[in-house]
């Protein structure tokens, strides 16, 4: 039987609340994408935190109608876009009302691989959705799913573990240049599909 067949919905419930130990606890669990064209699914191996004071995070400056997303209740989706390219698929991570998130960086594929290829038949398998823009085309995630509760039935939702997650790594958050010495990075140790060079995998 595949994996992904049986998966068990994540319940709000079993998230914990703040970004820290949110970040640390989605590590292995498992991301997922239904399309029409049939499922997607990854494990989670590699997030970052952000938190409400920290000059990194969109809610930094307060609630606005673009971000407002950050600031629903743990397990709600936050979709931004970046360069002018790029979606970035996080997932709300405080009490309702304080601006937390957790950014999804790195996927290993479980299921869909050839739903993930689509028109990106020059990305290689490993690349799929390794580094967090690359995970929001692999899901086809656009501003349509900022809001989405993923602990509920729909298009993008958390599940449970398939197998138990291996060590975990922490480390400096990537791609920024503000409070870039947190190290707010978590890990699977020794995957291949985390993102970043190996100097920061460790």
């Known amino acids: 039987m595949s994996p992904v067949s049986s998966l068990r919905r ?43 004071y920290d000059k990194a995070c969109h809610a930094f400056n307060g609630m606005t109608k673009r971000n407002h997303s950050l600031f629903l209740p743990p397990g709600h989706a936050y979709v931004y876009f970046i360069y002018g390219n790029y979606f970035m698929l996080n997932v709300s991570a405080g009490k309702a009302g304080v601006g937390a998130a957790v950014l999804f960086r790195a996927l290993e594929p479980l299921a869909g691989e050839q739903l993930m290829k689509r028109g990106r038949s020059h990305v290689a398998e490993k690349n799929l959705a390794r580094g967090p823009g690359r995970l929001a085309a692999a899901l086809r995630v656009t501003m349509k799913q900022d809001g989405l509760d993923l602990c509920a039935g729909g298009p993008l939702w958390l599940a449970h ?28 140790r020794g995957n291949p599909f985390v993102s970043g060079p190996k100097s920061l995998n460790a």
């Open 10 to 52: 994540l319940p709000r419930r079993d998230l914990p609340v703040g970004a820290i130990t949110m970040a640390r606890f989605l590590i292995g669990k498992t991301l997922v994408r239904e399309l029409p064209e049939g499922r997607i699914a990854g494990r989670i191996v590699e997030t970052e935190a952000y938190l409400p």
């Open 161 to 188: 573990a398939v197998r138990p997650v291996g060590r975990i790594g922490r480390g400096v958050r990537i791609g920024i240049t503000k409070d870039a010495d947190r190290r707010l990075r978590f890990y699977e």
